[in-house]
């Protein structure tokens, strides 16, 4: 099974500020990983898929890349609606997995 | 607009069961890989079932021979029924559209989810 560990697992930050999330895979999972935001309550959201591509509708202040075991998230200018919980999820094979998610709180 | 609406949840002794349902609302259920997510409360995201047309059906380890996936075309709804619960099996239960496709490079991200519902296992 593929394991997915996520750095940081709690990241303070400031509106307008740059930050970047870390997930790394494993094994190798070519381009094969999403990455969600979830917000408390409610259902996790799509942000990217196939680890750069921008699902439709997101801010393009988020961005992914990576590729084979290493990959980012980051948020170019962060806004108060982007304080959330992140986890990234590899869709490679089965059984899916999820990372342990990242929480994005306000310094 | 496409919406998912999950119902079914409650609270449950341990070795019962409990049938989940996911409706899709401007979804066709059938025609979609479709999928189980669960989370504890406080904790993090974890998958559980996928399954497609054609009875194709993944499971997580955890589950597999307790819970099975099963799809109502005449419904549109697709069904998570739980047996032999046991008190980790805990979580809000959320539905999702995604999870699989032809071959692992074309495996489709959970883009619309439901609301969730919550089971709860406990004597």
């Known amino acids: 099974d593929i394991q997915l560990t996520q750095s940081p697992s709690l990241l303070s930050a400031s509106v307008g500020d740059r930050v970047t999330i870390t997930c790394r895979a494993s094994q190798h999972i070519s381009v094969h990983l999403a990455w969600y935001q979830q917000k408390p309550g409610k259902a996790p959201k799509l942000l990217i898929h196939?680890?750069?591509s921008l699902q439709s509708g997101v801010p393009s202040r988020f961005s992914g890349s990576g590729s084979g075991t290493e990959f980012t998230l980051s948020i170019s200018s962060l806004q108060p609606e982007d304080f959330a919980t992140y986890y990234c999820q590899q869709l490679n094979w089965y059984p899916l997995s999820f990372g342990p998610g990242t929480k994005l709180e306000i310094k | 607009e496409e919406l998912l609406v999950e119902s079914g949840g409650g609270l449950i002794q341990p070795g019962g069961s409990l049938r989940l349902a996911c409706t899709g609302s401007g979804i066709n259920i059938m025609a979609n890989y479709m999928s189980w997510v669960r989370q504890a409360p406080g904790k993090g995201l974890e998958w559980v079932s996928v399954?497609?047309?054609?009875?194709?059906?993944h499971y997580t380890d955890s589950v597999k021979g307790r819970f099975t996936i099963s799809r109502d075309r005449s419904r549109n709804t697709l069904y998570l029924q739980m047996d032999k619960l046991r008190p980790a099996d805990t979580a809000f239960y959320f539905c999702?559209?995604?999870?699989?496709?032809?071959?692992?490079?074309?495996?489709?991200?959970?883009?619309?989810w439901g609301q969730g519902t919550m089971v709860t296992v406990s004597s």
């Open positions: 399954t497609h047309d054609g009875g194709y059906s």
């Open positions: 999702a559209r995604g999870g699989g496709g032809p071959n692992p490079s074309n495996f489709a991200a959970f883009d619309i």
């Open positions: 196939g680890a750069s």
